[in-house]
């Protein structure tokens, strides 16, 4: 079977690593140590996928976000949250996905609201993926999410058309950078958003599980 889509983009939070938890319980105790005014896990969950600087401007209007980012930076290093230890694992089978994929031939790309810093540390304490991913973009080096720069940018180191490129998330800005770029998309359930919000955001399909990715790229989108 003919594959159609050549270059398949990934977000990690949320859709290959299954660090929601891990974020919203880092974000709650920065925010208690630090005295901020409390916010809901729900509040910080659907804020996941944006750059950081971003999603504290919507979680804290209040604030300067830079200078907001600045000082829970600082906290987070103090408190060695950078350290190996602090690297969400990946979902269950997420390795056996990302090595059938590369067996079928498909171009496997990242685009992802972490760090570079962030992302390069995640790959490298998942050693089997840090040879998976021919080109990654992350927040602070292009456009944050919903912006469809990131996008534009894997299509052209990458050299596939748009239509021929498959973006794979687990939140709605995911969806709608994807859309921004004219690049079909695809959602995973279970990540930051629920379910109901990424029907509603207009992805071709939404998957329970990472796990089943391949067998809905082998049946065809107009399948699921």
Same mark, same amino acid.
């Given at each position: 079977?003919?594959? @159609?889509?050549?270059?398949?983009?990934?977000?990690?939070? +949320?859709?290959?690593?299954?660090?929601? $938890?891990?974020?919203?319980?880092?974000?709650? =105790?920065?925010?208690?140590?630090? $005295?901020?005014?409390?916010?809901?896990?729900?509040?910080?969950?659907?804020?996941?996928?944006? $750059?950081?600087?971003?999603?504290?401007?919507?979680? #804290?209007?209040?604030?300067?976000?830079?200078?907001?980012?600045?000082?829970?930076?600082?906290?987070?290093?103090? @408190? +060695?949250?950078?350290?190996?230890?602090?690297?969400?694992?990946? #979902?269950? +089978?997420?390795?056996?996905?990302?090595?059938?994929? %590369?067996?079928?031939?498909?171009?496997?790309?990242?685009?992802? $609201? &972490?760090?570079?810093?962030?992302?390069?540390?995640?790959? /490298?304490?998942?050693?089997?993926?840090?040879?998976?991913?021919?080109?990654?973009?992350?927040?602070?080096?292009?456009?944050? &999410?919903?912006?469809?720069?990131?996008?534009?940018?894997?299509?052209?180191?990458?050299?596939?058309?748009?239509? =021929? /490129?498959?973006?794979?998330?687990?939140?709605? #800005?995911?969806?709608?950078?994807?859309?921004?770029?004219?690049?079909?998309?695809?959602?995973?359930?279970?990540?930051? %958003?629920?379910?109901?919000?990424?029907?509603?955001?207009?992805?071709?399909?939404?998957?329970?599980?990472?796990?089943?990715?391949?067998?809905?790229?082998?049946?065809?989108?107009? &399948?699921?």
């Amino acid at each position: 079977m003919a594959r @159609q889509f050549d270059l398949l983009i990934f977000d990690w939070d +949320g859709t290959l690593a299954d660090s929601t $938890g891990v974020i919203v319980d880092g974000m709650q =105790r920065a925010i208690r140590a630090l $005295g901020l005014a409390p916010r809901s896990d729900e509040a910080i969950r659907s804020l996941i996928g944006l $750059g950081f600087r971003e999603g504290l401007a919507e979680l #804290y209007p209040e604030h300067d976000p830079a200078a907001l980012e600045a000082t829970l930076m600082a906290h987070r290093s103090a @408190q +060695g949250e950078h350290a190996a230890h602090s690297v969400a694992p990946l #979902y269950d +089978g997420v390795l056996e996905v990302i090595a059938t994929l %590369h067996t079928r031939g498909h171009g496997l790309a990242v685009a992802t $609201g &972490k760090s570079r810093i962030g992302l390069d540390r995640a790959i /490298a304490h998942h050693a089997p993926l840090e040879r998976a991913f021919i080109a990654t973009r992350t927040a602070d080096e292009t456009a944050t &999410k919903p912006n469809p720069l990131m996008l534009f940018e894997l299509l052209e180191e990458c050299r596939v058309p748009a239509h =021929r /490129a498959l973006m794979i998330g687990d939140t709605d #800005y995911d969806i709608a950078m994807a859309e921004a770029a004219g690049v079909p998309s695809l959602a995973v359930a279970g990540g930051a %958003h629920p379910a109901e919000r990424l029907h509603a955001a207009g992805a071709l399909g939404v998957l329970d599980a990472i796990t089943l990715l391949p067998a809905w790229l082998e049946a065809g989108p107009l &399948k699921n």
